[in-house]
């Protein structure tokens, strides 16, 4: 069945570091892929999207690709604060003829605590 | 507008016991899904909710069951409940015919058996 696997945590990382949290995912047919994030003491909230191979999605100054071939979702920021300590979740939506099932996948989570 | 809330956020039980938890959509949702977050854990979906009846469903047991009203508000009930059933459950709405597949989540209510 489908499935994501992303990198175990907890990431510490100093302020202005550069940050990649590795996903990669197995799936049948073609899935959107999700990063979400829970602050501490907050819902699930979604950070960014990507639809089909080849998108970027973006947002706060994160971003990732969606690599098709290497069925990757690799999440980036070029330079941490420590407003970003969260948890991140890699995630998938299956797709059907009929669109997306609205049913997520997730990764198990990566814990950032970012040190100023 | 009020997003996604749920009830209560915090609730302990026994052993065998049951255990109803309340969701009420964000305004203009009508599809509502349920997950369970154990901790250190990804969520796992549960169950999904439209037009009153049970759309799909995870891999979870029939101790687990779910009901939709027609304001769109949904509860998850847990019978028999089992140590292993401690856990955060987030509920999720979204529009039914949402093309990307976004969720927007509740806060979750946390059940811890004893």
């Known amino acids: 069945g489908d499935s994501v696997t992303q990198m175990e945590g907890p990431v510490t990382l100093s302020e202005e570091a550069f940050l990649t949290i590795n996903c990669t995912y197995t799936?049948?047919?073609?899935?959107?892929l999700f990063w979400y994030v829970q602050y501490p003491g907050e819902g699930l909230q979604l950070l960014l999207k990507a639809t089909k191979a080849d998108d970027k999605g973006s947002n706060k100054g994160f971003e990732a690709t969606y690599r098709k071939e290497t069925t990757s979702f690799h999440l980036e920021k070029g330079s941490v604060q420590v407003s970003d300590s969260a948890v991140y979740f890699c995630a998938l939506s299956g797709v059907t003829g009929s669109g997306n099932t609205g049913k997520l996948i997730f990764g198990q989570g990566t814990t950032l605590q970012v040190k100023p | 507008d009020a997003g996604v809330t749920q009830s209560p956020t915090h609730l302990i039980k026994t052993r065998g016991q049951q255990v109803t938890l309340r969701c009420s959509p964000k305004?203009?949702?009508?599809?509502v899904s349920w997950y369970q977050q154990a901790l250190g854990q990804g969520p796992q979906f549960i169950f999904q909710?439209?037009?009153?009846?049970?759309?799909q469903r995870g891999n979870f047991p029939d101790r687990f069951s779910g009901h939709q009203f027609p304001n769109y508000s949904s509860e998850l009930n847990v019978n028999a409940l089992l140590l292993g059933d401690s856990a955060l459950y987030l509920c999720?709405?979204?529009?039914?015919?949402?093309?990307?597949?976004?969720?927007?989540f509740g806060e979750g209510s946390r059940l811890t058996v004893l």
């Open positions: 799936a049948t047919g073609y899935p959107s």
């Open positions: 999720a709405s979204s529009p039914d015919r949402v093309d990307t597949g976004e969720l927007f």
């Open positions: 909710y439209y037009e009153e009846e049970e759309r």
């Open positions: 305004s203009g949702h009508d599809t």
